[in-house]
């Protein structure tokens, strides 16, 4: 199972970037995908997480850490098992890597497998 994700750069504050990440190999089901940041001399953080809803007109569950709602929206292509990220309204403080993460069921149980990391920089 791998994670590649793309779209990392410098862009100036109030810009936006649109990160994407194709996840391969022997995949069974994904339960989840997301978006994971680690600024500077900080602990890895959630961005965003996108969960599958199994209910029918049910919409799949998004989840955003405070700091990105509002500016942040994160989608997924089932087909193309990829998540993308997309990031307005850039803030100097978004600077960091962005790692891609995905939750898979592997019987008995499920793994979350980590991508390397993209580095985003905002110039104030």
């Known amino acids: 199972v791998q994670l590649q994700a793309f779209g990392g750069g410098v862009v100036q504050a109030g810009g936006s970037l649109r990160l994407s990440c194709v996840l391969s190999?022997?995949?069974?089901?994904?339960?989840?995908m997301g978006w994971y940041r680690q600024r500077p001399g900080s602990q890895r953080e959630l961005v965003a997480n996108?969960?599958?809803?199994?209910?029918?007109?049910?919409?799949?569950?998004?989840d955003y850490g405070d700091s990105v709602k509002g500016r942040f929206t994160i989608s997924a292509d089932e087909a193309k098992n990829t998540v993308y990220l997309q990031m307005t309204d850039l803030k100097p403080e978004d600077t960091a890597v962005y790692h891609c993460?995905?939750?898979?069921?592997?019987?008995?149980?499920?793994?979350?497998?980590w991508g390397k990391g993209t580095q985003v920089t905002v110039s104030s």
């Open positions: 993460s995905a939750e898979l069921l592997l019987p008995p149980g499920e793994k979350t497998f």
């Open positions: 190999g022997n995949i069974f089901t994904v339960l989840q």
């Open positions: 996108i969960r599958k809803s199994e209910t029918l007109n049910i919409p799949d569950y998004v």
